[in-house]
């Protein structure tokens, strides 16, 4: 008997007729022997009614912290009470858990709160009774039991972080595709489905644009080695496994190609070239929890040099603020910027040996006419950024060269 994490987003349980279906896939996974945990998030739309009812209350100004998180955490109680009643109703024994109960102790940070540990013990003494567990995802509690929430993606990572708490053989992620593709089909249409991609690649590739699986959840599993098995709630197909590079039998150069439109672009001209200076322009970002991604520093000359870099565009307006400061302090005040950015990426473990994947992109690009404003690179990914128009031109052209191209050539 093994023990399977099952965790379903909110389109999966987006109304009373999809949660029965779930209810149905849960108990057939019991039945056929295992224990089974599953976590679920709110149904499709309720956390954004209760944040504009949060909105409508605070006449648009900043809600509390903690009452915030109060108010968003029903959504997930309401959601594992009804799986639970929907269990039930199919002849198998269920318990609810919201994260307290369940034993998801996070940091004090509301509304983006940090796993600091899970105890185990209220789930382990329920599955040890014959019950199938429906835990919330998205929420804990702190060390004086306020309740927090995890912030965006938060039930992936509730799930698998519970999941390598309980030692379980997999944790299954549904939702509503069927895996995860090379690319996005609703930008590419021959976009293909992987059957296995590597933690490495899957963690690369959802930190530049894609939406499949939450960092933050690859990241554990990455560290405990806990296979992930993406599939569709609505359709009975394979998925795609996330698993360790050695169990990836076939490399492709390129795996997938992305792309995030919440980019935007900082520049701030004539530093000082001098120690400490890039120090004193981002700390006062890192302070703000503003995340920099891309940065570009140009040779200096004349004892100074202009700096580039790019954040989410939800953040731009107080990065430009906070870079004004820190510029006007370093007697350097001529600061611009443009949120009219995307990042396109290509990530590939395959990439680690094979030359020429950066030149081979840039020349695509360029047969489009797609200027490169920016680049990053790490050893599985290279990324540029772009002007936002040319984002889905850039998506298909460089899909169409790297897989579509690779696959005829094979």
């Not at 990426?345 to 490169?372: P, W, Y």
């Not at 540029?384 to 005829?408: M, S, W």
Request: glycine share 10%; with cysteine.
């Amino acid at each position: 008997m093994a023990l399977i994490v099952q965790k379903f987003g909110g389109t999966s349980v987006g109304d009373v007729a999809r949660i029965k279906n779930v209810a149905e896939r849960v108990v057939a996974t019991r039945r056929a022997g295992h224990d089974v945990v599953v976590c679920v998030s709110a149904m499709s739309g309720e956390t954004n009614a209760l944040v504009a009812l949060s909105d409508a209350i605070n006449e648009g100004g900043p809600a509390s912290p903690r009452e915030y998180d109060v108010l968003v955490s029903t959504g997930e109680q309401k959601t594992i009470a009804l799986l639970a009643m929907a269990i039930e109703g199919l002849g198998e024994s269920a318990r609810s858990f919201t994260g307290g109960q369940m034993g998801m102790r996070t940091d004090s940070a509301h509304t983006r709160a940090r796993i600091e540990r899970i105890e185990t013990e209220a789930l382990r003494g329920a599955l040890d009774a014959g019950e199938i567990c429906v835990i919330a995802g998205f929420q804990g509690v702190d060390p004086d039991g306020h309740i927090t929430t995890l912030g965006r993606g938060g039930s992936d990572t509730s799930a698998v972080a519970m999941a390598c708490a309980l030692g379980a053989e997999v944790c299954e992620i549904y939702t509503d595709v069927d895996g995860v593709y090379t690319a996005d089909p609703r930008l590419v249409p021959f976009a293909q489905r992987l059957d296995r991609i590597a933690f490495e690649e899957m963690l690369e590739l959802a930190s530049v644009g894609a939406k499949v699986l939450q960092i933050r959840s690859v990241k554990f599993a990455m560290r405990y080695g806990l296979p992930l098995h993406v599939r569709s709630s609505f359709v009975e197909d394979e998925g795609t496994w996330v698993v360790p590079e050695e169990d990836v039998m076939e490399r492709l150069v390129v795996s997938g190609v992305t792309c995030t439109n919440n980019e935007a672009k900082i520049h701030v001209r004539n530093v000082p070239d001098q120690p400490g200076i890039a120090a004193r322009l981002f700390t006062p970002l890192s302070d703000a929890g503003i995340v920099v991604d891309m940065i570009i520093q140009n040779l200096s000359r004349d004892g100074s040099t202009d700096v580039t870099f790019t954040v989410p565009r939800t953040d731009y307006s107080r990065a430009l603020e906070l870079a004004h400061q820190a510029s006007r302090e370093m007697g350097c005040d001529d600061v611009g910027g443009d949120e009219d950015i995307a990042k396109v990426s290509v990530v590939g473990l395959g990439m680690k040996d094979h030359a020429g994947v950066a030149t081979r992109m840039f020349a695509v690009l360029a047969h489009e006419g797609i200027n490169i404003q920016m680049i990053s690179t790490s050893e599985i990914k290279v990324s540029v950024a772009i002007e936002e128009k040319y984002a889905e031109l850039a998506v298909r052209t460089l899909h169409a060269a790297f897989i579509e191209g690779d696959a005829a050539q094979d």
